[in-house]
Structure formats: C-alpha cells, structure tokens
C-alpha cells in the first residue's frame, strides 16, 4: 500500500513538473521530431562520395544549415516582402472593393434570396480583421528569437547524439518488449519524413504554379494568392477551397474572365495532382485520411497555436503508427 501511495504521488509530482515546464517540454519535443525528419537527409549527405570519402555526421549536419539557412534568408528576402506589400494593399483596398463585388452579385437573380449585401458585411468586417491581425502579429512572432534558437541547437544536438538519447529510452523498457518498440518507432520515422517531404513537394507544386498562372491573368496580389494556395495545401479539401474561392473574389474584382480563369486552372491542376503527382510522390508516404490530419491540426492548434499545428500532422503520423501495432485488434 505505501508503495501505490509513493507512486501516485510521484507521478501527480511528474503531471505538476510537466505543466510548469510545458512551454520548455514543447520546445524539445519539436526539436527531436524535426531531427527525427531531418536525419535521413544527413544520412544520404554522409552517404556520397567526395574523392573517395565521406563526409562526418557533424560535416553533414554544417551542410544541411547551411542549405535551410540558404533557403530561409533567400525566401525572407526575395519571397516574404512582395507576399507582406501585398497583404497590406489587400487589407487597405478590400473596403472599396467589397461594394463592386455586392454590385456584380446583386446583378444575379437569386441575390435577394442570398442575402448578399448581409454576407459581404460580414466578410468583409472577417476578412480585414484577419489580415489585420497577421501583419501585426509578425513582430510579435519575431519576438520568439530566443526560443527559435533553442530549438535550432536542440535540433542539431539530437541529430549528433539523438541514438545514445534513443538507446537509452529503449533501456528502459524489458528488453523483451524492446526489438517490438523499436521496429514500431523506425516504422514512424520513416512515415513521418515521407510525408513531410512529399505534402512539402505538393504545396511547393501548387503554390508555384498558382503564382505563375495569377500573374498571367494578372489577378490582383498573385504573388500573395500564391503563398496562400500553397500554404493551405496542407489541408486536405477545405485549405484548397477555402483559397481557391479566395483568389477567385479577387479575381472578380476585376472581371468575371478572371475569375473564370482561376476556376478553371484549379479544376485542371486538381485533376493532374490527383492522376499525376499524388500517386508518384506521396505512393509510399502515410497515407492518413483527410479527417485525422483535420482532427490533428485543429488539436495542435488548440494546445499550442502555430507551432502545434506544425507538428500536429507528423505526431498523427508517430500516433497512428503506435496505435495500428499496440491497440489495433487484426484478427
């Protein structure tokens, strides 16, 4: 009795520490999962030959810093400001857009059954409160250096010594349990970084080919239109719609061939995602259903706002996996 006594103590001691210490537990947990994504890419970097040698983990771990340090700074300076001009400019001009758009809908028939004039209040009062907040949320973002920092250095010290950490977490279970566990937990790994590199490769596809095509029809803010439907990829049917629909307000701002237009490129780049692209690069990633990635990102949303939702799908990816081997009956 006073051992079940000394545990339930302990373990109420452990759930205080952990909710005292969540902001810093969320840190590590991010940092050793993106190590856990990014060690296949070491792994193929330790793997070349350069005059007959290899490079060493800590020379591949420089290298890949150096290249995500590359694309950070060339997005940051080429990408980010025309993507920041124009969500300033959509923000200040939606106000004396909105009534062309009403006055185009009104034309139609059924504009009084709609109830235009009362929706385009109210997404006008949503749309300009969320753009708002974004553009003056980024200095507060920027605020975070301090953590980012910590979680950079986390990162690249689980990626030299992530196994003896791993190792060592295995020891802790009978070693009759262990091979079974750490089958499960590579299988997760591997599941993970497939399909993170192949959801990055699809919104990478649409984002690009968006901000090519808006800029050909000349849509208003195309570069920002862009970003979006790339960003958004991410969720499964309602992040494209949600955009789509977006960009072609936008579009009809100007004309309604423009908006026409974005319609018709969606449909079409939908149709070559589905029968080209998602079978070759997604063909051995996870294959979640479209339900747990929304279930996931709303939940890491709600627990730890941006950076749960960047980590909501990947810990889909490492729960779903532990559950199929632990809990789900396949008799």
Not at 141 to 162: K, R
Not at 191 to 214: A, E, H, N, P, Y
Request: hydrophobic share 60%; proline share 4%.
């Amino acid at each position: 009795m006073r051992g079940h006594i000394l545990f339930a103590v302990g373990v109420f001691l452990l759930l205080g520490l952990a909710w005292t210490l969540q902001k810093e537990l969320l840190i590590i947990y991010v940092s050793a999962l993106f190590a856990t994504v990014l060690m296949p890419v070491v792994n193929r970097i330790t793997a070349l030959e350069f005059h007959n040698r290899h490079a060493s983990r800590p020379a591949a771990i420089f290298l890949l810093i150096v290249g995500v340090a590359f694309i950070v700074v060339m997005f940051l300076i080429v990408g980010l400001p025309p993507v920041i001009h124009d969500l300033n400019l959509f923000s200040a001009e939606l106000p004396t857009r909105i009534p062309v758009i009403v006055a185009k809908l009104n034309r139609l028939p059924i504009a009084n059954r709609l109830g235009v004039d009362a929706i385009a209040q109210r997404a006008e009062t949503a749309v300009t409160a969320t753009a708002g907040y974004l553009v003056g949320a980024l200095p507060n973002w920027l605020t975070h250096v301090f953590d980012i920092l910590s979680a950079l250095f986390l990162c690249i010290y689980f990626m030299l010594e992530g196994e003896h950490a791993y190792r060592f977490f295995l020891s802790l279970f009978p070693r009759v349990h262990r091979l079974r566990l750490d089958a499960t937990l590579k299988r997760a790994e591997r599941k993970i970084s497939k399909w993170l590199l192949g959801q990055g490769l699809l919104m990478f596809c649409l984002g690009l080919s968006s901000t090519i095509v808006f800029g050909f029809l000349h849509v208003r803010y195309f570069i920002l239109l862009g970003f979006l439907m790339g960003l958004f990829n991410i969720i499964p049917i309602a992040g494209g719609v949600f955009t789509i629909l977006l960009a072609a307000g936008v579009a009809a701002l100007d004309s309604w061939t423009k908006m026409f237009g974005v319609l018709a490129f969606y449909l079409l780049y939908i149709n070559i995602e589905n029968a080209y692209l998602t079978p070759r690069i997604m063909r051995s990633s996870v294959n979640l259903m479209g339900l747990t990635i929304l279930v996931a990102l709303l939940l890491g949303t709600a627990i730890a706002g941006i950076v749960g939702a960047l980590v909501a799908v990947p810990t889909a990816a490492l729960l779903s996996v532990i559950l199929d081997e632990y809990a789900v009956k396949k008799d």
